[in-house]
C-alpha cells in the first residue's frame, strides 16, 4: 500500500508563484515515475508534469517555462514549484505514484490550488 498526500495550495495572485508538496510512502519511493495532475471544475483531468526514477522530467505545454517538479528521494517527496500562475492554473492538483508492480497508481486526495486577485 502506498499513501499519497499533497500539500501547499492555496490563493495566490496572478503573477504569483506556489509551491506543492507531494509525500509518499513506501519503501522504494526512488523507483516510482510520479506526476503531478489537474482537475478545473467541469474540465478532464490533465497531467500537467511527470518525472521518473530517473529525474527525467516532462510538462504539459501549458506549463512549460513556468512549472517546474523535482523529487528528494530522502524525502519521499516530489515537489512543483509553480511561477507566473494565471488564473488559468486554477484547479486541485492531484499527485500520482506509478511503481513497478500491482497496484499501479495511487492517488492523493487533492489540494486546490485558486489563481485570482
Known amino acids: 500500500q502506498v499513501q499519497v498526500v499533497e500539500s501547499g495550495g492555496g490563493l495566490v495572485q496572478p503573477g504569483g508563484s506556489l509551491r506543492l508538496s507531494c509525500t509518499a510512502s513506501?519503501?522504494?519511493?526512488?523507483?516510482?515515475?510520479m506526476n503531478w495532475f489537474r482537475q478545473a471544475p467541469g474540465k478532464e483531468r490533465e497531467l500537467v508534469a511527470t518525472?521518473?526514477?530517473?529525474?527525467?522530467?516532462h510538462y504539459s505545454d501549458s506549463v512549460k517555462g513556468r512549472f517546474t517538479i523535482s523529487r528528494d528521494n530522502a524525502k519521499n517527496t516530489v515537489y512543483l514549484r509553480m511561477n507566473s500562475l494565471k488564473p488559468e492554473d486554477t484547479a486541485v492538483y492531484y499527485c500520482?505514484?506509478?511503481?513497478?508492480?500491482?497496484?499501479?497508481?495511487?492517488w492523493g486526495q487533492g489540494t486546490q490550488v485558486t489563481v485570482s486577485s
Open positions: 500520482n505514484a506509478q511503481r513497478l508492480s500491482a497496484p499501479y497508481n495511487y
Open positions: 513506501g519503501s522504494t519511493f526512488r523507483s516510482y515515475t
Open positions: 518525472i521518473t526514477s530517473s529525474s527525467t522530467t
